[in-house]
């Protein structure tokens, strides 16, 4: 009876190595092709720490991967994430036939830096991310979520340096392998929801055509409850002013088509204010010519207040084109963007308040 047994029990043993050697073998494989690919993305290069094959579940992760910038002075990598996991959508292999994939990133954190430098600048341009991600996941990406993301805007060279972000960032992508192929159909779309600066709800939601490259999508944005002091170093880098109390609301609307951009941007501040004669005059750190810059443009803001609602409130249009040669289409609509902020930010001391019952 024992020798009946002892043949097919090895052969199971030397069929399990061979299968642990073989699953092992293959996610460093799949590991060192995903370095090699990232090594070659122009101003950017990528690392991947470790992978894992999940064959039951038809998945695989990958941890701990770092893109950086290799251009300048970039002092915070591009984007980071400690587990990504890829698996294929049954629902689309059943019903589509097509072989796609949901991607999920936990805890990942994307950095934007601006600097007075160009090479220092770090806007992701210069790389086709939609297209990188494909080359890394290996198969079509048509589900994209985000869990516990962090999303930043950041100046190391400002005078204060500038930290503005958004946490506890929740997104989903959906239908970015369009079945039908068609250009000109905004079929994928993006929700989610994150606090910005750690304590004002956030929500954004778009829907755009997954085949073109930035240019035709309709985004809208919008954050409440903002304690206007939390954007102090802001304010003070970039409109050389600073707040000592308020709140505010900003709410956003973008429409592109075929590389046209229109939309605009408005800021709504309640009881604001900006000038504070101990803080602002007397302050060594400050000097006299700043503080009596503050005081003029706390005095423009209490002039167009709306006196019912003691409060501040403008709209700055946005427009441009998406299409410009010297330019990537990323980089023009986040120059546009950011331009647009940083008007909002000053208008609202310049313009009336619209007039409210």
């Known amino acids: 009876m024992k020798k009946t047994y002892s043949v097919p029990l090895t052969a199971l043993a030397v069929i399990f190595v061979i299968l642990i050697v073989v699953h092992l073998s293959l996610a460093t494989w799949v590991r060192n092709l995903l370095n090699e690919n990232m090594a070659q993305m122009g101003d950017y290069t990528g690392h991947v720490e470790d992978v894992d094959l999940f064959w039951w579940r038809g998945a695989y992760s990958i941890h701990n991967l770092n893109i950086q910038k290799n251009v300048g002075n970039v002092q915070a990598p591009f984007f980071t994430a400690p587990l990504i996991d890829i698996a294929v959508s049954w629902r689309a292999l059943w019903e589509e036939r097509a072989l796609v994939a949901k991607v999920r990133f936990t805890d990942p954190e994307l950095n934007f830096i601006d600097s007075e430098n160009e090479q220092d600048r770090q806007t992701g341009e210069g790389v086709d991310w939609r297209e990188r991600l494909t080359e890394q996941i290996l198969i079509e990406v048509d589900e994209l979520q985000v869990v516990n993301g962090t999303l930043a805007f950041r100046n190391f060279t400002s005078e204060p340096p500038v930290n503005v972000y958004a946490n506890n960032l929740d997104m989903t992508v959906r239908n970015l392998s369009t079945a039908r192929d068609l250009q000109g159909t905004r079929d994928a779309s993006l929700e989610g929801t994150a606090d910005f600066l750690n304590h004002a709800p956030l929500e954004i939601d778009a829907a755009f055509d997954p085949l073109l490259r930035m240019e035709d999508f309709e ?22 002013f600073d707040f000592n109390s308020g709140n505010g609301e900003l709410v956003v609307e973008v429409d592109a088509e075929e590389g046209r951009l229109g939309g605009y941007i408005k800021p709504l501040l309640r009881d604001v204010d900006v000038f504070n004669i ?7 750190d400050k000097g006299f010519f700043r503080g009596m810059w503050e005081a003029l443009v706390g005095a423009g803001g209490a002039a167009v207040k709306n006196r019912n609602r003691d409060q501040i409130a403008t709209r700055v249009d946005l427009s441009g084109s ?5 330019v990537s289409p990323l980089q023009a609509f986040f120059g546009i963007l950011r331009n647009g902020f940083i008007e909002a930010f000053s208008a609202g001391f310049e313009k009336d308040a619209p007039e409210t019952e």
């Open 322 to 326: 998406l299409q410009d040669a010297d």
């Open 219 to 240: 985004l809208r944005f919008r954050v409440s409850e903002v304690d206007l002091t939390q954007l102090n170093d802001f304010a003070s880098a970039y409109g050389n």
């Open 278 to 284: 101990e803080q602002d005059l007397q302050s060594e």
